[in-house]
Structures are given as structure tokens and as C-alpha cells.
């Protein structure tokens, strides 16, 4: 079963290798990983996507949370979170076939970014079945490249994932998941 992990870890050089090693070492293939900076300059979010079952992300998560740049370790519930994907596809495109390729990025409310004399830019933000459903019909036109970012996640509600340097735990209104 694909499992969403949030990881609150330093922003320091190699932490993202470090993680990503520890992972392929325990067996489990990322299906998806994406990594940025939070609000906080000093700390950056990776959020993987893994299959597993319950007790192996929960060794992960465990073996995770002693390497000493990470700060939390969180399995969101897929459920409760709010996931999306970003994808830039680039199609095939001739002046006939154009219109057909405009109104299918039309109908999964993506946006043409570019349009070039033999290609169409299309980017699509949503669900990992969106943007796959978008790339199988792409594909009748001719996909000429296609560029992921792979899942990003955050629960749905009041609550946040933050980390409080100063007590070394999180805020009081973060929700635990």
C-alpha cells in the first residue's frame, strides 16, 4: 500500500542523500519524492511517497527520525491529506490537431504554457490519477518529453506541521498524525 511520509529535516548539505540511502537500504522503492524549503529557511519538508505495509513504514519512519539532521517523521493519512503533483507535458502538435490538443488540457483544467510551430506545452497540477489520466490521452497525439515533481502533501484542516526550535517539539496547534 502507498504510504505518504512527511519529513521535517535541517537544511543542510547531503541530509536529502542521507534520507533517500537509508530508505533504499531498508528495501523500499520511493515511488515519489519531492523536497523544499518551509517557511522557515533553516528547515526543509521532503515528503516521500512509499509502498509498504503498517509495520515496515514504521521501521522506516523509526530509522528515520535517528538521523541526527531529521526533526519529525510523519505518515499522513492519504485519506486526511491534501496531495497534489505538478507535471510539465510536451506534445506533439500540428496546426490541425492543435484545437483537440487545447481542449483536452481545457477539460483537466491544465494550462498551455507554450506553443511552438510542432509542440504544445501543457502543464497539469493534481492528483497522481489526473495526471496520469491527462497523459494517457496526451499519448494519442504524440508525448514528446514529460517532467514530474512528484507528490506534495498536507493535511486538510487547522492544523500545521511545524517545528519550534526553541522547545524542540512542535507548535502547540499542530495536529498529530
Not at 523509526?62 to 486526511?80: F, R, S, T, W
Not at 518529453?145 to 507548535?171: Q, S
Given at each position: ?19 533517500a540511502g537509508l530508505i533504499r537500504r531498508r528495501g523500499f522503492n520511493i515511488e515519489s519524492l519531492a523536497v523544499g524549503v518551509t517557511d522557515s529557511p533553516e528547515i526543509s ?127 502547540q496547534n499542530v495536529l498529530r498524525v
Amino acid at each position: 500500500m502507498k504510504r505518504i511520509l512527511a519529513v521535517l529535516v535541517e537544511n543542510h548539505l547531503g541530509v536529502l542523500t542521507r534520507v533517500a540511502g537509508l530508505i533504499r537500504r531498508r528495501g523500499f522503492n520511493i515511488e515519489s519524492l519531492a523536497v523544499g524549503v518551509t517557511d522557515s529557511p533553516e528547515i526543509s519538508r521532503i515528503t516521500l511517497v512509499v509502498d509498504g505495509d503498517e509495520l515496515q513504514v514504521e521501521q522506516v519512519s523509526k530509522q528515520l527520525a535517528k538521523l541526527i539532521e531529521v526533526l519529525q517523521v510523519l505518515e499522513l493519512d492519504a485519506a486526511n491529506a491534501v496531495a497534489r503533483e505538478l507535471a510539465l507535458v510536451k506534445v506533439q502538435s500540428d496546426p490541425v490537431r492543435r484545437p483537440q490538443i487545447l481542449q483536452l488540457a481545457q477539460v483537466f483544467r491544465a494550462n498551455v504554457v507554450d506553443v511552438g510551430t510542432h509542440s504544445v506545452t501543457i502543464e497539469v497540477t493534481g492528483t497522481h490519477d489526473k495526471v496520469e489520466a491527462l497523459l494517457n490521452l496526451a499519448r494519442e497525439f504524440g508525448v514528446q518529453e514529460v517532467v514530474r515533481t512528484g507528490v506534495i502533501a498536507m493535511e486538510r484542516g487547522p492544523g500545521a506541521v511545524r517545528f519550534d526550535r526553541e522547545d524542540n517539539m512542535y507548535d502547540q496547534n499542530v495536529l498529530r498524525v
